[in-house]
């Protein structure tokens, strides 16, 4: 059972279009990471939230961590081909744990 | 170039067939780990350390061992490879010896092993 779920599993859109994905928990957060692997290569951070409530940008990347910080979203607006990639969670409890992750494909 | 390298990228073996697979990292991190990524699976903490001399077991460490006597490197051992052991695998590096997030974990390439 994962500990992280995130949501969907799989998302296909069009260049332009905007998409959410989500990572949810039954425990609370310490902090959370967002991290993209693009094929052949390990994850990278993306962001880390710490506060429930927490908003964060970066470019058209949109993070959010809910207020019970049990669960955050991750939001693309105007999705680009470069932004293709599996999109996981961590959360930190000692160490990270990870979801399974959203593989998302933008197509031009 | 900051960095965290794996040899090798790719591997073919046979059952029972001991095999290495080196982690490096030049960053001076104290802390290290390896991860297997199946399908559906996400990414799953083997080992890690958090600094020389002090491993512990993640949350799939059977069948595997670690060793590390210099920081900067941190081999994952297959003794006896099955081929439930085919997988992805990653190692990573951070700053800080702790527990909880203590800044950015810096990823390999990944080795791709494949247990016939």
């Known amino acids: 059972t994962q500990l992280l779920e995130q949501s969907p599993q799989f998302l296909s859109i069009q260049e332009g279009e905007n998409l959410t994905v989500y990572c949810n928990s039954s425990?609370?957060?310490?902090?959370l990471q967002w991290y993209r692997q693009e094929p052949g290569e390990g994850p990278v951070l993306l962001v880390t939230?710490?506060?429930?409530?927490e908003v964060k940008k970066l470019k058209r990347l949109t993070f959010q961590f809910g207020d019970a910080r049990k669960d955050s979203s991750l939001h693309i607006t105007a999705a680009q081909p470069g932004d293709t990639g599996l999109y996981l969670c961590?959360?930190?409890?000692?160490?990270?744990?990870f979801g399974a992750g959203t593989q998302v494909v933008v197509t031009p | 170039e900051a960095q965290v390298t794996q040899n090798p990228r790719y591997l073919i073996t046979v059952t029972g067939k001991k095999l290495t697979v080196t982690c490096s990292q030049n960053?001076?991190?104290?802390?290290m780990s390896w991860y297997r990524q199946d399908p559906g699976l996400g990414l799953r903490q083997i080992y890690y350390?958090?600094?020389?001399?002090?491993?512990d077991k993640g949350d799939v460490p059977e069948g595997y061992k670690v060793s590390r006597k210099e920081k900067r490197n941190f081999p994952l051992i297959l003794e006896s490879p099955s081929p439930n052991q085919t997988s992805l695998y990653f190692c990573?590096?951070?700053?800080?010896?702790?527990?909880?997030?203590?800044?950015?974990?810096?990823f390999g390439p990944g080795t791709r092993l494949t247990v016939l």
């Open positions: 939230v710490v506060t429930g409530g």
């Open positions: 350390s958090m600094n020389v001399e002090v491993t």
């Open positions: 990573a590096s951070r700053p800080g010896g702790g527990g909880g997030h203590r800044g950015e974990q810096f």
């Open positions: 961590a959360r930190s409890w000692g160490k990270l744990q």
């Open positions: 425990s609370v957060f310490s902090s």
């Open positions: 960053m001076n991190h104290e802390y």
